[in-house]
């Protein structure tokens, strides 16, 4: 087995590493977990793992696992800092990212095996926006499709990774194909946006349906994703089987008049441009604290960290400011497809009326309330279970 990426060819039968034309001196335990971290590369490879496959069980300490990691670093010119070959993800292990030549491609969603046959797994990909921005949107799973709209603070890869996503999206990826991508200047698509605009965000799901081969599906959307779902289901009826909207609401905070929503949004918007980069991350703190008040230590860190990985602090507060004006209440009413809408009834960040209101105006839309006071849903909490049954039982025509 050989393999290639970036400068280097590895061939695992030979115990042999290649730069270029040179072979490189490795020692044989790094050799050894270079190449399993490589053939794991789908996934976060956990220190239990390491320990169990390089080491054989034996017990290994913290400062020997270290070492032997920035052994494989430093031959491949990689840091700890920069991590462009191989990633730590904080309390969870490693993972190899960089690109295995012949291992990636634009495949249609029919061919894509690699990602549909395997749980746990998924294929990342890119498509060009009407505006020339590239889109990355990934696919995982098997089945019929369910495309799931973007939100605020979203990446591929975190996201699939995570203690906070994480349960929902393998959930959701068991019995369908998912699709899913980064929304315009999130994650792994172009960070640099001109404008953010509704429009725009609406047209980029229909570059990723079209990338995908998708011709008649479900939408899924949380959050402002609700917003963006509803108004490309009106602009392709015929597009849309079902509806799924969890989180949503009819109009953005400025817009909510009743509970002074103009002051809060102007509020959330100084504090991001004030405090979304620094280093203290009380200012981030505040977010997580609203969007997922019921996280444990490690969930709150993870999203915290998310938010600064994810997009820059302008970027930030100039996509809320876009989804703090949206109304999308008239082509709401006009919709003619099944839907069904979710909302835990504690959510800070869309107040469970947000929900109930997009529910009454969507004609004969389900509504259900979720117990629960996460804007994100935990897999500890019951909301999770009633979740999947409520969108399994759903779409069991789709």
């Known amino acids: ?31 050894q977990l270079l ?4 053939e794991n590369c789908d996934r976060v490879v956990s220190k239990d793992d390491l320990i169990e496959h390089v080491w054989n069980g034996r017990i290994v300490s913290d400062a020997t696992l270290s070492t032997r990691i920035n052994g494989v ?14 990633r730590t993800v904080p309390r969870r292990g490693f993972r190899f990212i960089a690109e295995l030549k ?57 996201d699939w990774e995570s203690p906070v996503w994480g349960h929902m999206l393998h959930a959701l990826s068991e019995k369908r194909t998912l699709i899913r991508f980064d929304q315009r200047g999130n994650g792994l698509s172009d960070r640099h946006v001109p404008e953010y605009r509704f429009d725009d965000m609406v047209d980029d799901l229909h ?26 289901a009106h602009r392709h009826p015929e597009k849309v089987s079902h509806l799924i909207l969890y989180g949503g609401f ?18 959330r918007l100084r504090m991001i441009r004030e405090g979304w980069g620094r280093n203290n991350p009380a200012f981030r703190q505040f977010f997580t604290s609203l969007f997922i008040p019921g996280a444990d230590k490690e969930q709150m860190d993870w999203f915290n960290e998310l938010q600064k990985k994810t997009i820059d602090g302008e970027s930030a507060a100039r996509t809320q400011d876009m989804v703090f004006s949206i109304d999308i209440k008239d082509i709401a009413a006009e919709l003619d497809v099944p839907t069904l ?19 009454a105006q969507i004609p004969n839309a389900k509504f259900v309330a979720l117990e629960g006071n996460n804007h994100l849903f935990l897999e500890h909490e019951p909301a999770r279970q009633r979740f999947i049954e409520e969108v399994d039982a759903f779409l069991a025509d789709a």
């Open 102 to 158: 012949g291992k990636t491609g634009a495949a249609p969603l029919a061919d894509a095996a690699d990602a549909s046959d395997r749980p746990g797994r998924q294929t990342i990909r890119f498509c060009t926006a009407h505006d020339g921005l590239r889109i990355a949107y990934a696919i995982s799973g098997q089945g019929p499709p369910l495309l799931k709209a973007p939100n605020w603070l979203h990446h591929l890869e975190y």
């Open 250 to 267: 009819l109009r953005g905070l400025r817009l909510r008049v009743e509970d002074d929503g103009a002051l809060d949004a102007e509020l």
């Open 341 to 359: 809408v979710l909302h835990c009834r504690g959510d800070a960040v869309s107040p469970l009326e947000g929900g109930r209101g997009l529910a």
């Open 207 to 232: 570059t990723v349906a079209e990338a995908a081969g998708l011709d008649r599906f479900p939408l899924f959307g949380v959050s402002q994703g609700c917003a963006y779902s509803v108004a490309y």
């Open 1 to 31: 087995m050989i393999h290639e990426f970036a400068s280097f060819r590895i061939d695992v039968q030979r115990q042999e590493l290649w730069r270029g034309k040179e072979e490189l001196s490795v020692e044989p335990q790094v050799f």
């Open 35 to 38: 190449v399993y971290l490589i």
């Open 73 to 86: 670093r430093k031959i491949l010119g990689d840091d700890g800092k920069r991590q462009d070959i191989i």
